[in-house]
C-alpha cells in the first residue's frame, strides 16, 4: 500500500533549500503497485526471505538450548521489509537499524557464519563475541548496527548521511526503526536536521503493530506513521510490508526522491511480526488467531511462493531445492558456532576508548 565496524568520517552541512510543506497522502488503505520484476529477481528474494526465516528458526532452537544468552529478538514475519528495501540498494549506501538486526545483516552480505558466531558469543563473530544479538557491525559491508537504544539509532544514521552527503559519495543511509521507536524526541530532531540540510537519508519505519507488548492504537495519537515527517516537509508512503514487490517499488520511489538530492523520505512498511517482541516475550497482548490469521493470508514468504508457482518461473522441486540448500547453509552457520572458540580473556581489554 503506498501511502567489524568504524564509523564514517565526521561530515559538514551543506546549504539550505528552500522549505516546502510535503503533499502526502492520507492514510488510506490501498494495495500499492507492484514492481516489474524479471524472474531471476523473483526468485532471489525468495531465497534471501527464506534464508532469513530459516536463519532466524535456528537461531530460536540455540537460544532454546542456551547456546545464545540475553537478548534475542527475532525478524520472523517482517522479511519482505528488508529484502525489497534493499534491493534497490547501491553499493556506497550505508544501513542501520535497531536491536532486531539479523535478517538486515544476512541482506547486506555478511556470512551467515559470522552473525550466528556473534550471537553465540564466540571469537568467530562479527563483533568477536563481544556484541551479541543486538550489536553487530561490518565496515565492509557498510552496515552500522544493530542497536539497543529504542530509537538512538535514527539520529546515527542522520550522522551517516550527513557524511554521504559531506563526502559526496552518492549514498543514502537506509536508516530502519520500529513502530516502538517513533514517538521519540531524537527521532524528530534527526527529521528536522535532516530536512533542514536536504540529507540523503530514507528513514524505513517497520509498524509491525507492537512496540513491544503494546499496540499502536494504545502508544500513538496518530497512527498514520508516514506522515510524522510532514511538520518538517518529509515527504513519506504508506507500503504494505508483508509483499516484497509493492515494497521494491514504493522503495524505488521514495530513492528517486533521496538521490536527486531533495532530502529525507519516509516510508511506513505494515508487518508483523509472528514471534514475541523478544525471545523472552510470551507476547500474550495478542490472540493466537490474530498470529495464525497473518501467517495463513498475508505471509511474505508463502505468498511469493505462490507468485512464483503462478507464473511458471520455478516449480515446486526447484523451490524445495532452493529450501534444501538454505537449510544446509544455516545447518553450516550453527555447526560454525558451535565450535568456534570462546573470546580470549584479553578481548575485554580492546576496543575501549579510553580518555586522556
Known sequence: ????????????????????????????????????????????????????????????????????????????GQEAVVVGAQANAQPQDSVITS??????MLVCGMDPKGVMAELTGREGGYSRGKGGSMHMFSRE??????????GGQVPMGTGLAFAHKYNQDGGVCFTYFGDGSINQGQVYESFNMAQLWRLPVLYIVENNKYGMGTSVSRASATTALYQRG????????????????????????????????????????????????????????????EVSKVRSEQDPIDNLREVILKTKVADENALKEIDREIKAIVTDAAEFAKNSPEPNPAELYTDILVEA
Do not use: W
Request: aromatic share 8%; proline share 5%.
Open 230 to 289: 510532514s511538520a518538517h516537509g518529509i515527504p513519506g508512503a504508506q507500503v504494505d510490508g508483508m509483499d516484497v514487490m509493492s515494497v521494491k517499488a514504493a522503495t524505488a520511489t521514495a530513492l528517486d526522491h533521496v538521490r536527486g538530492g531533495k532530502g529525507p523520505y519516509i516510508l511506513e512498511m505494515l508487518t508483523y511480526r509472528y514471534r514475541g517482541h523478544s525471545m523472552s516475550d510470551p507476547a500474550k497482548y495478542r490472540s493466537k488467531d
Open 99 to 104: 536491536y532486531r538486526d539479523h535478517g538486515h
Open 1 to 76: 500500500m503506498v501511502k567489524n565496524a568504524k564509523a564514517n568520517k565526521p561530515a559538514q552541512s551543506a546549504a539550505k533549500a528552500p522549505r516546502t510543506i510535503a503533499k502526502t497522502k492520507p492514510p488510506a488503505r490501498q494495495r500499492a503497485p507492484k514492481a516489474q520484476v524479471a524472474s531471476d529477481d523473483l526468485l532471489a528474494y525468495y531465497r534471501e526471505m527464506l534464508l532469513i526465516r530459516r536463519f532466524e528458526e535456528k537461531a530460536g532452537q540455540l537460544y532454546g538450548m542456551g547456546l545464545i544468552g540475553g537478548f534475542c529478538h527475532l525478524y520472523i
Open 141 to 150: 559491508k557498510k552496515f552500522y548496527g544493530g542497536h539497543g537504544i529504542v
